[in-house]
């Protein structure tokens, strides 16, 4: 558990010196600081007035006090975990206590933070919660998986839609990597369809008919990273379901486990997971000995690990485990061909077969797609189309500028000013400038006259042959291939 950044903040004996500490002596929760040995720091007044303790804690052992040492906070340095429990002190003062070990980036203890609360909330109700909590999200993971496979639903690579350069050679190699037992690290911007291509990995691979086991880093509570990922025995903590828990390692016994953002895993775990990448073996919290699981690991990360590991949030010894098989998803705006396809995939599945096919999207949309600079990538085109589709009127059948969110078109204008800039600076001659200027009176043209070509011709002062001679010239024909022809 990291409060603080480890570069500031590398001793506990310093933190309760630092100025931080007088900020505890503005909260109504009790705060004491506690070494790796188990001896009071630090404590503000809240804690002392909880517990009906003597002022000259400092320097005196936490047994010297409290009954409930030995499963709270010494239990919190032994096994290097959050433990929320009740509190008893010598004097029968009561309260309950999260204490949360605080590490340093070589993952060593630096001691132990402790933060109590009155116990008018009922520790059974917290524990109860816990439990409850834990509960329904294994059921429904579990559930979850068994759905997605029982209708077949992980993705291959056939199913992920594209056929850009980009993305057919992403394929290839993914292909390929699905064979190997080797971790693979999916990287990407995100939005760009990571755990599809997760899941193509594991339905190419020779485990494919085995569980599949995700696991999203950056949105599990980090005090319970650690016995999601590798599980406990029963009664380990307070709050622990009777019969324990099976970690996702375990649970993906014979499969694969998919770890996304695991950028954001803590230095402690990223320490533990190596370990397990190493040996294969499992050390389950508050259980004798280790158990083994044959387990397959895909990573993914929209991070840049490298300047993580420059930054020391995250190991260098697991990237390099890591990345034997590196596969990058490309951005959007590298394959915007693959834009058409995706489009008519998405209209389908928000529509219905029978309406996406009288649905059809303008030349103009088409171009403002292409040039959009799509930083959400496939998620944000599905979310654009989305509300397009509820802009369009039942009766209307072309998707137009019109129909796009404001956002959108406000964000689209900036990127068309900043293309048209850029070149500005850098023109080299006035055969150049022209070109551009021509080129700009153009699409300004034939946008002022609706694409149709006939009046932008006329407006122009110049044939309808001439238009065509122009148009193909700047790369313009193609986009128009749809639009009316009078
Ligand atoms: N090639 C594709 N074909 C069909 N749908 C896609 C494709 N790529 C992405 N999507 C869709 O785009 C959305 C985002 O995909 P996904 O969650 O896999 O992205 P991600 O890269 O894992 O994102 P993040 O980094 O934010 O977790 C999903 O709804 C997914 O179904």
Request: hydrophobic share 40%; charged share 25%; glycine share 6%.
């Amino acid at each position: 558990m990291q409060f603080f950044n480890p570069k500031i903040v590398n001793s506990m004996e310093k933190l309760a010196q630092s100025p931080y500490a007088g900020f505890f002596e503005l909260l109504h929760t009790g705060i004491a600081l506690m070494s790796a040995e188990g001896n009071f720091l630090y404590s503000n007044k809240a804690f002392i007035k909880l517990f009906n303790l003597p002022v000259d804690i400092i320097g005196k052992h936490v047994s010297d006090f409290f009954l409930t040492a030995e499963q709270g906070v010494m239990s919190a340095i032994r096994d290097r975990k959050m433990v929320v429990c009740s509190s008893l002190t010598t004097t029968n003062a009561e309260g309950i206590s999260f204490r949360y070990p605080l590490m340093n980036d070589q993952a060593e203890l630096l001691g132990i933070i402790l933060e109590s609360i009155p116990s008018t909330f009922g520790e059974t109700t917290l524990s109860d919660l816990m439990s409850s909590v834990r509960e329904i999200e294994q059921s429904t993971s579990y559930l979850e998986q068994k759905a997605n496979r029982k209708h077949g639903m992980l993705h291959t690579f056939d199913s992920i839609i594209g056929e850009s350069k980009a993305i057919l050679e992403m394929k290839r190699y993914g292909r390929r990597f699905a064979r190997s037992k080797e971790p693979v690290l999916v990287i990407g911007e995100s939005g760009t369809g990571k755990e599809l291509v997760a899941q193509a990995l594991h339905s190419a691979s020779p485990r494919a008919k085995n569980p599949f086991i995700v696991v999203n880093s950056a949105a599990l509570p980090r005090e319970l990273m650690e016995s999601e990922l590798f599980g406990y025995e029963g009664g380990a903590f307070t709050g622990a379901r009777a019969g324990g828990v099976v970690g996702k390692f375990e649970q993906a016994d014979t499969g694969t486990i998919f770890l996304d953002e695991i950028g954001e895993l803590p230095l402690p775990v990223q320490a533990k997971l190596l370990r397990v990448l190493e040996s294969g073996e499992i050390q389950k919290i508050a259980h004798r000995g280790t158990l083994h699981s044959d387990f397959r690991l895909i990573a993914a990360t929209n991070r840049d690990l490298n300047h993580y590991v420059e930054e020391g949030r995250f190991r260098a010894d697991l990237y390099h485990r890591l990345n034997i098989f590196e596969l990058k998803v490309p951005p959007l705006r590298d394959r915007i061909s693959d834009i058409p396809l995706l489009a008519r995939r998405f209209i389908e599945t928000e529509v219905g077969r029978k309406r996406s096919t009288e649905i059809r999207i303008s030349s103009e949309t088409y171009r403002a797609f292409s040039q959009y600079p799509w930083q959400g990538n496939v998620r944000e085109l599905k979310n654009v189309l989305t509300y397009a589709l509820y802009a369009l009127e039942d009766s209307d059948n072309v998707l137009s500028l019109e129909h796009l969110p404001p956002r959108f078109l406000r964000t689209l204008e900036l990127a068309m000013e900043r293309d048209e800039e850029a070149p500005l600076v850098e023109m080299q001659n006035l055969a150049q400038a022209n070109a551009q200027a021509e080129r700009k009176t153009l699409v300004n043209m034939l946008e002022k006259m609706r694409y149709n070509k006939t009046l932008t011709a006329r407006a122009l002062g110049i044939s309808r042959n001439k238009l065509y001679h122009k148009l193909h010239e700047y790369g313009l024909l193609e986009g128009l291939a749809d639009s009316k022809e009078e």
